[in-house]
């Protein structure tokens, strides 16, 4: 069942998108999401979840376990167990896994850059809301002060 919107659109405020409080829970290994509103965003993503087989999985465990193998190879090539063949294919192993740390680094140094570009606009349109405020506190802010040294006699 969709849920009819009562309320403006997204991008009819003002021509900017307007803030959705979205609360984010993990619990058992699942990620539930909590919001007042439907987005599109969510209804994309399960979308693909529902027909992409594979498309979601946990990726720290996918790390541990690129990591475990490096380290169980490595360990292996040192004690000098392995033939010359298998030497070598544990080398080409090893130099795929450091391909796929550094392109992990990569992407989650791109993560991190869009996360901090986000926080920064953030930053910026409650910057643009705190100086309105400000501002009439400045012009006001005289005329009160006139006003209460002016306005309070003394009564004896």
Partial sequence: MQAQRNGPTLESISG??????VAFVLHEGILFSQRNEELPVFRLQRRRMRTRIGYVSDCFDLRSDILDTQRALTFLMQIRVLSHNQQNDAKQILRNIESLNSHTAFLFDKINFLMDATIGFININQNKR??????????FMPINILAGIGGCPNSR
């Fill in 16 to 21: 900017f998108p307007s803030p959705i409080p």
């Fill in 130 to 139: 705190v100086n309105q405020p400000t501002f009439f506190g400045v012009v």
